[in-house]
C-alpha cells in the first residue's frame, strides 16, 4: 500500500472507511463471542476492555469521517478538494445533503460520546454513557458517500495469505 502522502485525498478517506469497518467487523464477531462463550474472569475483564477499546475507536473514526473543520481531512473536505481540483462530474448532485445527513447521524457520538468521555473527562456526565445512535447505520451512510465520491461501489476486504481467509467487510455489515 502507498505511503498516505502519495494518496489522495481520496484514497485517504477511503482507507479509512476500509479501516472503521474492519473495526466494526471485529467489535461484531467479538461481541457475539462474548456473549456465546460467557466467559467469567479474566476473560470477560479483557473482552469488556477489548470492546469498550474497539468502540472508541469506532467513535473516532467516525468523527473524523464528519469532521467540519477546514484543517482536517473529512468528507466535506474531500468534496471541496474534488470540486476545486477535478473531477467534478464525479459528485453527485445530493453528495451535500447525505454529507449533511451523516454528520446529524454522527452528532450524539461527536458530541456526547467523544467529548464527554473519550477526549475530555466530563465533571457532569455519568459513565457509562449509553448510546443513542446505531453504528450500523451512520457507518453504511458512510459507505454510501465513499461510494458516491467514487462514482463506483468500492470494495472493503481483509485477507491473510498465511491464514488463507478472505473477508467482504460490506457484506459483513
Known amino acids: 500500500m502507498k505511503a498516505p502522502e502519495h494518496l489522495s485525498p481520496l484514497q485517504q478517506l477511503t482507507t479509512e472507511v476500509h479501516n472503521l ?5 471485529f467489535f461484531k464477531k467479538r461481541s457475539k463471542e462474548s456473549v456465546t462463550k460467557n466467559p ?3 476473560d470477560a475483564l479483557e473482552d469488556m476492555i477489548l470492546l469498550q477499546s474497539l468502540t472508541q ?3 473516532l473514526r467516525l468523527g473524523k469521517l464528519g469532521d467540519t473543520r477546514r484543517d482536517t481531512l473529512s468528507f466535506m473536505q474531500v468534496v471541496k478538494h474534488i470540486r476545486k481540483h477535478g473531477p467534478v ?3 453527485p448532485a445530493n ?3 447525505k454529507i449533511a445527513q451523516f454528520e446529524k447521524e454522527i452528532e450524539d457520538i461527536k458530541v456526547h460520546h467523544r467529548n464527554s468521555y473519550m477526549a475530555h473527562i466530563s465533571k457532569s456526565k455519568p459513565w457509562p ?10 457507518i453504511q451512510l458512510a459507505i454510501q ?7 463506483e461501489k468500492m470494495e472493503y476486504k481483509i485477507s491473510s495469505d498465511w491464514a488463507g481467509i478472505e473477508i ?3 457484506m459483513q455489515l
Open 89 to 91: 462530474q464525479n459528485i
Open 95 to 97: 453528495i451535500d445533503s
Open 168 to 170: 467482504d467487510l460490506r
Open 145 to 151: 458517500i465513499c461510494d458516491d465520491l467514487h462514482g
Open 129 to 138: 454513557f449509553k448510546p443513542s445512535f446505531n453504528l450500523r447505520e451512520a
Open 57 to 59: 475507536d469506532i467513535v
Open 40 to 42: 467469567g474472569g479474566i
Open 21 to 25: 469497518l474492519a473495526a466494526y467487523w
